[in-house]
């Protein structure tokens, strides 16, 4: 498999100052020359999918001459603010690539993308082909503003399984076997899990997924609606408190706030044999298998979900991560513009040569029905596992900083650093994330 590059992108502007840039220059429609004749022109990011979008693209256009779709690339920093640039000043493409979350809403709130419900609810096949849990993502007050168009990333619990068979250890079904597991490598010498600290965003993934545990979807739910006081939810002190729990046990490795996340440290860790555990998103899998394949091809990597919380009100199988990136459409399009782009969309996305290319590259689509086809796929266990763990979540939560608004991600990054590195205590993160959240 190829090194997966992680999509955990944050947008650094404001949520205020992106309506304010999107709707200051007006909405008399796109400018000549934006679109493409009868077909449609999409921005999309470099790498990632860009080889899958290339052989859609291709494939689409030799069977549609009169819409044809035309891809223009752009990497990921110099995209968010040329498109944000763009789509304000009315000649953006007809469609482009997002995160969903907050990102997207911002521009739905601001009156630029249209609303694909209708023509979802037109096409059952369509529609009803992608996994619900990740369509939410694109979803708002009941409408859906974009489609998926590349794979799952769950964050999962990798393991080295020559240092669990090292202490006679079993993987970790609750959090208090996590905690059993901290003391038991700490007794072998060996640190017990990999974070890159240094980073921000992996602490993240400890915050998400405990909050799940232990309120359930809901809790997240009421902040990212902005009811006032959500963050001092009891789920959420709570989950402030196991991480200090945690933190203070010496579950993580020495030195992990100064270990960076994006550069594959972490992941060495794991595979050299520093440390047992790392909470990752699915793309470490691509890192790891990069950085050492014998490690991989010996059966020397594991992996399984997060532990559940005793008492708690979440379900085992809710998962946290990237739930895919999404293709939106422009309101400003024209109508012979939409007719295309929403057929590109509805039978040239996910169609069977897209989910093979997708497959090849080690994307693993939130379609349903896919088994026979994953099992077949290069790396089959690892894929299988990605995609039951996707199929079957009750909730597939995206990721907070790119769930909520810019403005408040960059917050939450920060506070949530500081409860790490134990400058303030969880009382507190929580107070200062409800007085962020009231700005």
Not at 3 to 23: G, K, N
Not at 45 to 74: C, I, M
Not at 223 to 240: E, F, Q, R, T, Y
């Amino acid at each position: 498999m190829a090194l997966r590059t992680p999509i955990r992108v944050m947008v650094t502007a404001s949520a205020t100052a992106l309506a304010l840039t999107l709707t200051a220059c007006g909405s008399s429609g796109r400018s000549t020359g934006a679109g493409s004749g009868d077909g449609a022109l999409v921005w999309a990011l470099t790498q990632g999918s860009e080889a899958t979008f290339r052989a859609s693209a291709t494939e689409w256009n030799k069977q549609h001459p009169d819409s044809k779709v035309t891809y223009q690339y752009f990497q990921n920093d110099p995209y968010k603010q040329k498109l944000r640039t763009a789509v304000g000043a009315g000649n953006g493409p007809v469609l482009f690539e997002n995160w969903g979350g907050g990102g997207l809403k911002s521009y739905v709130d601001a009156g630029k993308v249209a609303d694909l419900t209708a023509d979802l609810d037109a096409s059952p096949a369509w529609k009803n082909r992608i996994f619900p849990s990740v369509l939410k993502s694109a979803t708002f007050d009941g409408k859906t503003y974009g489609v998926p168009v590349n794979g799952v990333q769950p964050v999962v619990l990798y393991l080295n399984q020559e240092l669990f068979k090292k202490a006679g250890a079993e993987p970790p079904k609750t959090w208090d076997d996590l905690l059993a597991l901290v003391k038991r490598f700490k007794a072998e010498g060996i640190a017990p899990i990999s974070m890159g600290g240094a980073s921000k965003w992996p602490d993240l993934m400890w915050l998400e997924y405990l909050v799940d545990r232990v309120g359930g979807p809901d809790t997240f739910a009421a902040i990212a609606d902005g009811k006032k006081g959500a963050w001092s939810d009891p789920a959420v002190l709570k989950a402030a408190q196991m991480i200090k729990q945690l933190v203070d046990a010496g579950g993580f490795a020495k030195g992990f706030t100064s270990v960076s996340a994006d550069t594959g440290q972490a992941e060495a860790q794991l595979y050299t044999g520093k440390a047992a555990m790392l909470l990752q998103g699915s793309w470490g899998y691509g890192s790891i298998a990069t950085g050492a394949p014998e490690f991989v091809a010996g059966g020397k990597l594991g992996w399984t979900g997060f532990p559940a919380v005793t008492g708690g009100k979440g379900d085992a199988t809710d998962i946290v991560g990237n739930t895919a990136n999404f293709f939106s459409l422009s309101a400003q399009a024209s109508a012979k513009e939409k007719k295309a782009a929403v057929a590109y969309l509805k039978d040239g996305v996910y169609n069977d040569t897209y989910v093979d290319n997708l497959l090849k590259n080690g994307d693993v689509p939130p379609v349903k029905d896919l088994d026979a086809k994953i099992k077949a796929s290069a790396n089959a266990d690892w894929s299988s596992y990605v995609y039951q763990l996707a199929r079957d979540a009750k909730n597939f939560q995206l990721s907070w900083d790119q769930a909520l608004s810019p403005e408040l991600g960059n917050e939450l990054l920060t506070h949530l650093d500081q409860l790490f590195l134990g400058q303030i205590s969880p009382e507190q993160f929580c107070a200062q994330m409800d007085e962020a959240a009231a700005k």
